[in-house]
């Protein structure tokens, strides 16, 4: 029997009772094995499991864009689902749509509501996603700011939802906004914040954070940028991830960084097909119309304006940007689509096509990838 127990104890009867006593007082959650209630997040060289524990503090998984934040994430809710704690995920971006044993509200036409949000988090069992795909930009913190202490008492309340995952926290808690420590609560034990720039997120709400994993040959960079961003030393002598390696930092326990293989997730993780089709991409990333005179400033904020704009055009402005191969340069460094980029790069170099043709062509490239989305 003692070799199945968690804890064993060398007192018996009253002392075995005070001994567990001063146990919690000094440990407290920390007394229960990681692999009963935590999280596993990866396997280090040495194929020492890790764990991720709500009680140690919240986590910031960081990291260039494409390096697999999204797939990181994905693989943690469905290890959450195993032990049965409830999350709820925060998307800007609608990643995460489709995930298993979860409830989205919201998509990229109709913003979520949030006594709908709430109503689903208080039924037991219930995984919900928020979705503000649909909102703008400057939206996006305002209701995160609103919502977010109603979560808060919900959780202080009967404990769930027992994870938070916030994607894009640069969105939602972005590092221009004074207002954020009125909105945070004091403590955020099981918080996940998912970014590219931790720069650009909170200082108040990195400095909750305990762990760090960060992701992609900048990985040592990342950690640099969140310890800069809250004010600590950077750690020195951290080693650079190899392939399917990400650097992970436990700096709540008082570790060095150190590489892990991260779990992968048995569903596939949707990549922002949504968000390139009917979105909201920033300023920087849409494209622009202008034609050879830079006489126009037509703005493609997602793939169905684009094909819209396109049809509309004038030939010698279609011309113009077909030639240049700006089409499909969009498409491989916005887009992330290499597929449709060389496609679209085929029709961009054939000079025998007729503007009406070349149109036809790329439409119907992009039409078959991104119109008709699974839902």
């Given at each position: 029997m003692?070799?199945t127990?968690?804890?064993?104890l060398?007192?018996?009867?009253?002392a075995?009772v005070?001994?567990?006593?001063?146990?919690?007082?000094?440990?407290?959650?920390?007394?229960?094995?990681?692999?009963r209630?935590?999280?596993?997040?990866g396997?280090?060289?040495?194929?020492?499991?890790?764990?991720?524990?709500?009680?140690r503090?919240?986590?910031l998984?960081?990291?260039s864009?494409?390096?697999?934040?999204?797939?990181?994430?994905?693989?943690?809710?469905?290890?959450?689902?195993?032990?049965?704690?409830?999350?709820?995920?925060?998307?800007?971006?609608?990643?995460y749509?489709?995930?298993?044993?979860?409830?989205?509200?919201?998509?990229?036409?109709?913003?979520?509501?949030?006594?709908?949000?709430?109503?689903?988090?208080r039924?037991?069992?219930?995984?919900?996603?928020?979705?503000?795909?649909?909102?703008?930009m400057?939206?996006?913190?305002?209701?995160?700011?609103?919502?977010?202490?109603?979560?808060?008492?919900?959780?202080a309340?009967?404990?769930?939802?027992?994870?938070?995952?916030?994607?894009?926290?640069?969105?939602?808690?972005?590092?221009?906004?004074?207002?954020?420590?009125?909105?945070l609560?004091e403590?955020i034990?099981?918080?996940?914040f998912?970014?590219?720039?931790?720069?650009?997120?909170?200082?108040?709400?990195?400095?909750?954070?305990e762990?760090?994993?960060?992701l992609?040959?900048?990985?040592?960079?990342t950690?640099?940028?969140?310890?800069?961003?809250?004010?600590?030393?950077t750690?020195t002598?951290m080693?650079?991830?190899?392939?399917?390696?990400?650097?992970?930092?436990?700096r709540?326990?008082?570790?060095?960084?150190r590489?892990m293989?991260?779990?992968?997730?048995?569903?596939?993780?949707?990549?922002?097909?949504?968000?390139?089709?009917?979105g909201?991409?920033?300023?920087?990333?849409?494209?622009?119309?202008?034609?050879?005179?830079?006489?126009?400033?037509?703005?493609?904020?997602?793939?169905?304006?684009?094909?819209?704009i396109?049809?509309?055009?004038d030939d010698?402005t279609?011309?113009?940007?077909?030639?240049?191969?700006?089409?499909?340069?969009?498409?491989r460094?916005?887009i992330?689509n290499?597929?449709?980029?060389?496609?679209?790069?085929?029709?961009?170099?054939?000079r025998?096509?007729?503007?009406?043709?070349?149109?036809?062509?790329?439409?119907d490239?992009?039409?078959?990838?991104?119109?008709?989305?699974?839902?």
């Amino acid at each position: 029997m003692k070799e199945t127990t968690d804890i064993r104890l060398s007192g018996d009867h009253g002392a075995g009772v005070i001994e567990l006593m001063e146990m919690i007082c000094r440990e407290d959650a920390r007394i229960i094995p990681p692999e009963r209630h935590g999280i596993l997040i990866g396997e280090e060289q040495d194929k020492k499991k890790v764990y991720l524990e709500s009680h140690r503090g919240s986590v910031l998984i960081a990291g260039s864009s494409e390096v697999g934040k999204s797939t990181l994430a994905t693989a943690l809710t469905e290890g959450m689902v195993e032990k049965q704690f409830e999350f709820c995920i925060f998307d800007p971006e609608g990643d995460y749509d489709e995930l298993a044993d979860a409830v989205s509200i919201g998509d990229a036409e109709s913003p979520p509501n949030p006594d709908e949000v709430l109503k689903l988090l208080r039924k037991v069992g219930a995984n919900v996603v928020v979705n503000t795909q649909a909102l703008q930009m400057p939206e996006r913190p305002l209701f995160f700011a609103k919502l977010l202490p109603q979560i808060s008492a919900l959780r202080a309340r009967n404990g769930r939802p027992h994870w938070l995952l916030i994607d894009e926290a640069h969105h939602l808690l972005p590092a221009s906004r004074e207002d954020v420590a009125k909105v945070l609560p004091e403590e955020i034990p099981a918080a996940v914040f998912i970014t590219v720039h931790p720069e650009a997120v909170s200082p108040n709400a990195l400095k909750t954070v305990e762990t760090v994993i960060a992701l992609g040959e900048g990985a040592r960079d990342t950690i640099a940028a969140f310890c800069q961003a809250v004010g600590i030393k950077t750690p020195t002598g951290m080693p650079g991830p190899g392939e399917d390696e990400v650097l992970l930092w436990a700096r709540g326990v008082g570790q060095s960084p150190r590489l892990m293989k991260p779990v992968r997730p048995r569903q596939a993780h949707r990549r922002h097909t949504r968000k390139y089709a009917k979105g909201e991409l920033g300023e920087d990333l849409s494209f622009y119309f202008r034609g050879p005179d830079n006489a126009l400033n037509l703005r493609a904020q997602n793939l169905m304006l684009f094909l819209q704009i396109a049809q509309g055009v004038d030939d010698r402005t279609w011309e113009h940007h077909l030639r240049a191969g700006d089409y499909s340069s969009w498409f491989r460094r916005v887009i992330k689509n290499d597929e449709l980029a060389r496609e679209a790069a085929e029709v961009e170099i054939d000079r025998s096509l007729q503007p009406r043709e070349s149109r036809k062509r790329i439409s119907d490239a992009v039409s078959r990838r991104y119109t008709t989305p699974a839902r």
